[in-house]
């Protein structure tokens, strides 16, 4: 009863902040994602008897078991398979964990796949979609490669690959500016962002729209349709960050700089957009044939520590046990 899987963490064009007062970590709003081939989670599982509780071990630490979170989507991949075995979770990142890239939704897409497969659940199954989701909010989206769309529907989360890998030459360019993990998480920044933005309702009233225009913009491949709406829907929710007691700044001052070197490449004519998650790294959308140029114009940037470009990514898959 192991297995091993892959996910690729994702970042959104639309995004989510904010969740549903109902249970089930639900999240308030839909959102769109892009699939990172570059950065890479893998993690094995094994069910074993002798275990009386569930151990984690991220990058090689152990992680404290108060942990809520890893437990309650333990619990519903036991409850959907019948078995009451406790399990050992290794998983690693290729990459800075907690520092906005998204390593929860990665860790929580092949987590719930490895899951899966030593539990012999069909890897199509639904409900593993509101199961990540109880990991992440975001996590679902990692399930599925290319550009994927989340909506709500009812208590429930549906999660549907747009454009495939293939279908759109899409790349990212991550510029990291810091590699120091965040100091306030996205579970517990959005929720004070609920209690105390004022602008929390307007970011709920106008997502909707947000979500259905750049849905169709991926469909028609629109890249500066699409630049433009997404740069805009990540600054109104940077806004809710800022306006949110006490405030949430995620950026540093090499964040800002970066904004403005992709505006300045845009205004040259180069086909890119920026997209910022909770965090202060810089993520660059262009085309794949423009991919290096973007890179070489990131890195000359003064901060940047170093960047991280590739294409469009697949959804989680189990690669062995
Ligand atoms: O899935 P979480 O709880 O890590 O929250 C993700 C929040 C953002 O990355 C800021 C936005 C998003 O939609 O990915």
């Known amino acids: 009863m192991r297995a091993a899987a892959v996910a690729h963490p994702n970042v959104a064009l639309i995004k989510y902040w904010g969740k549903r007062e109902a249970s089930g970590n639900l999240p308030a709003v839909g959102s769109l994602s892009m699939t990172l081939s570059a950065l890479v989670t893998e993690t094995a599982i094994e069910f074993d008897e002798s275990l009386d509780h569930d151990v984690l071990l991220l990058n090689g630490v152990e992680q404290p078991a108060e942990d809520g979170r890893l437990v309650a989507c333990m619990d519903a991949l036991r409850e959907l398979a019948g078995c009451d075995l406790h399990a050992t979770v290794e ?102 962002s609920r209690l105390t933005s004022p602008y929390y309702a307007a970011w709920l009233d106008t997502h909707a729209h947000d979500l259905c225009q750049a849905t169709g913009y991926v469909r028609d491949r629109d890249f500066f349709a699409l630049a433009e709406l997404a740069e805009h829907n990540c600054l109104k929710m940077h806004s809710v960050m800022m306006t949110t007691r006490p405030p949430l700044m995620y950026w540093s001052p090499s964040t800002l700089a970066v904004l403005r070197r992709i505006g300045e490449l845009r205004a040259d004519g180069l086909p890119v957009f920026f997209t910022i998650d909770a965090g202060p790294q810089v993520k660059a959308v262009c085309p794949t044939e423009v991919a290096d140029d973007v890179t070489a114009a990131l890195d000359a940037v003064p901060g940047v520590l170093r960047t991280i470009a590739g294409e469009l990514g697949y959804g989680a898959r189990v690669v062995g046990d």
């Open 91 to 192: 998983s690693e990142n290729d990459f800075p964990t907690g520092a906005g890239l998204a390593s929860s939704a990665s860790g929580y897409a092949a987590l719930v796949t490895a899951a899966a497969a030593a539990l012999g659940i069909d890897a199509r199954d639904p409900r593993l979609i509101d199961i990540a989701r109880i990991g992440s909010g975001s996590a679902p989206r990692s399930l599925f490669g290319g550009i994927v769309l989340l909506e709500n529907d009812g208590d429930g989360t549906v999660c549907e690959q747009i454009i495939t890998p293939e279908e759109w030459a899409l790349s990212v360019v991550v510029a990291i500016t810091t590699e120091a993990p965040k100091t306030v998480t996205s579970r517990d920044g959005m929720e004070q």
